[in-house]
């Protein structure tokens, strides 16, 4: 048994491919973006590159492409993301890199990336001064050099002319070396750039193409059910401080939901990744505008047909990885109604999953219990009556309600702890 927080594990493994999971990350991250929306896969694309112009072997540039697609994993707000992309150096920049460490250095799979990615906005002739390992300099700062040339290029990949810019670009990164980049990534960069080849990779239909390949070349992991957890928390904690609103929510309803299942009498096993669907059922969010999601009073109809893309977007971004596809699946139905009316496939009752019958009743209960800025949170005789009334309306499960009634009181202090 392995215990993190109040959360016990069993021992047992999932085959997880990490490099989908990489890729699932890297899709929510691009969702934070409006504008641009593969800025870290051209990053990742660029660096392997690199990489493999400096001599590095497949493994090394392997975790190049890695990095490069997670080094914003710290970025979760649509500002800071076009202060990122439309100014070359900004005093609040450090921010993102060190909330990006964070994000990864206690999860032992990704671990290696974290230092990369704390250090990726400092510049070469600052980082020499520090006592970072040789390493970890080299690949934090071959990331800021592809980083920067991509904040450059992306106006044009938009536009489609990055072609007619190639010199510019090259001409600007030239004029950075040995101040914001190391002069060997530099020459490196150059030498790689200089061909048509180079750029057309990072246009979108080429990506797809790369990002194929590499979904094809895995990274086989065996996770303990307790890496997958923590996998979870970080795409969680992606989305929570997105919002100030939402912040906690995820974990509310992750703990909610497996109350439930247990109270319900669902196998342990099944428990655990009901929480960890509970965690990410709200993934989608990330595509949301920010005004849209902070927004203190009630929403336009247009504004809420906005938000109803979430779930889906959810099942976009998790359906992909190998080993998540029921999570994938409960996550996307937990604003699915049992008379049909729900979103964003419309099933009937005895079609959605039992597991995300158990995701909607405790996102209910989450919701209903937590203080918003606009009111308090319900307490749990007001949350018994409205579950009541939904089973009744048939928009909630009838047996989930009557569960969701004898763990009433441990899932409120589940909500305020
Ligand atoms: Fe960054
Ligand atoms: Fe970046
Ligand atoms: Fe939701």
Same mark, same amino acid.
């Given at each position: 048994?392995?215990?993190?927080?109040?959360?016990?594990?069993?021992?047992?493994?999932?085959?997880?491919?990490?490099?989908?999971?990489?890729?699932?990350?890297?899709?929510?991250?691009?969702?934070?973006?409006?504008?641009?929306?593969?800025?870290?896969?051209?990053?990742?694309?660029?660096?392997?590159?690199?990489?493999?112009?400096? %001599?590095?072997?497949?493994?090394?540039?392997?975790?190049?492409?890695?990095?490069?697609?997670?080094?914003?994993?710290?970025?979760?707000?649509?500002?800071?993301?076009?202060?990122? &992309?439309?100014? $070359?150096?900004?005093?609040?920049?450090?921010?993102?890199?060190?909330? %990006?460490?964070?994000?990864?250095?206690?999860?032992?799979?990704?671990?290696?990336?974290?230092?990369?990615?704390?250090?990726?906005?400092?510049?070469?002739?600052?980082?020499?001064?520090?006592?970072?390992?040789?390493?970890?300099? /080299? /690949?934090?700062?071959?990331?800021?050099?592809?980083?920067?040339?991509?904040?450059?290029?992306?106006?044009?990949?938009?536009?489609?002319?990055?072609?007619?810019?190639?010199?510019?670009?090259?001409?600007?990164?030239? /004029?950075?070396?040995?101040?914001?980049?190391?002069?060997?990534?530099?020459?490196?960069?150059?030498?790689?750039?200089?061909?048509?080849?180079?750029?057309?990779?990072?246009?979108?239909?080429?990506?797809?193409?790369?990002?194929?390949?590499?979904?094809?070349?895995?990274?086989?992991?065996?996770?303990?059910?307790? &890496?997958?957890?923590?996998?979870?928390?970080? $795409?969680?904690?992606?989305?929570?401080?997105?919002?100030?609103?939402?912040?906690?929510?995820?974990?509310?309803?992750?703990?909610?939901?497996?109350?439930?299942?247990?109270?319900?009498?669902?196998?342990? &096993?099944?428990?655990?990744?009901? &929480?960890?669907?509970?965690?990410?059922?709200?993934?989608?969010?990330?595509?949301?505008?920010?005004?849209?999601?902070?927004?203190?009073?009630?929403?336009?109809?247009?504004?809420?047909?906005?938000?109803?893309?979430?779930?889906?977007?959810?099942?976009?971004?998790?359906?992909?990885? /190998? %080993?998540?596809?029921?999570?994938?699946?409960?996550?996307?139905?937990?604003?699915?109604?049992?008379? %049909?009316?729900?979103?964003? $496939?419309?099933?009937?009752?005895?079609?959605?999953?039992?597991?995300?019958?158990?995701?909607?009743?405790?996102?209910?209960?989450?919701?209903?219990?937590?203080?918003?800025?606009?009111?308090?949170?319900?307490?749990?005789?007001?949350?018994?009556?409205?579950?009541?009334?939904?089973?009744?309306?048939?928009?909630?499960?009838?047996?989930?309600?009557?569960?969701?009634?004898?763990?009433?009181?441990?899932?409120?202090?589940?909500?305020?702890?």
């Amino acid at each position: 048994m392995a215990v993190i927080g109040t959360t016990v594990f069993a021992m047992q493994t999932t085959h997880v491919d990490l490099r989908h999971a990489i890729c699932a990350l890297s899709e929510a991250l691009d969702l934070v973006g409006i504008d641009d929306v593969a800025h870290g896969k051209r990053v990742g694309i660029m660096a392997a590159a690199c990489g493999k112009q400096a %001599g590095y072997g497949a493994q090394e540039c392997d975790f190049l492409f890695d990095l490069g697609m997670l080094h914003d994993i710290g970025v979760s707000s649509s500002h800071v993301r076009s202060r990122l &992309e439309n100014e $070359f150096d900004w005093p609040g920049v450090q921010a993102h890199c060190e909330k %990006g460490e964070h994000l990864l250095h206690d999860f032992p799979p990704l671990a290696e990336m974290a230092p990369a990615i704390r250090y990726h906005h400092t510049r070469w002739d600052v980082l020499r001064t520090l006592s970072v390992p040789d390493a970890v300099a /080299r /690949r934090a700062n071959l990331i800021l050099l592809c980083d920067r040339a991509d904040a450059l290029a992306a106006p044009y990949h938009a536009s489609n002319t990055v072609l007619q810019h190639i010199n510019e670009i090259r001409a600007e990164v030239a /004029r950075h070396a040995g101040t914001y980049f190391a002069p060997e990534f530099v020459t490196h960069f150059l030498a790689c750039s200089q061909t048509e080849a180079f750029w057309l990779q990072l246009e979108s239909r080429a990506i797809q193409a790369y990002l194929a390949d590499m979904r094809e070349h895995g990274l086989h992991y065996h996770a303990s059910h307790a &890496e997958l957890h923590q996998l979870a928390r970080i $795409f969680a904690r992606i989305v929570d401080t997105k919002s100030p609103y939402t912040a906690a929510h995820s974990q509310g309803v992750a703990s909610i939901s497996r109350l439930l299942a247990e109270h319900m009498g669902i196998a342990p &096993e099944r428990c655990i990744k009901i &929480e960890i669907a509970g965690l990410l059922h709200d993934l989608g969010k990330l595509r949301v505008p920010d005004e849209i999601l902070d927004k203190p009073g009630s929403l336009t109809p247009n504004e809420r047909l906005v938000i109803q893309t979430h779930s889906f977007e959810t099942w976009q971004i998790l359906r992909h990885i /190998r %080993g998540f596809e029921d999570i994938a699946r409960w996550a996307a139905c937990h604003h699915e109604e049992p008379d %049909g009316t729900g979103y964003p $496939f419309h099933l009937k009752a005895s079609e959605i999953p039992l597991e995300a019958r158990i995701l909607r009743v405790a996102d209910i209960m989450e919701a209903m219990a937590q203080d918003r800025p606009y009111r308090a949170g319900l307490k749990a005789d007001e949350v018994a009556r409205f579950l009541i009334q939904l089973s009744q309306e048939g928009r909630v499960d009838k047996d989930v309600a009557h569960a969701a009634l004898g763990i009433m009181d441990e899932a409120m202090s589940a909500v305020r702890s």
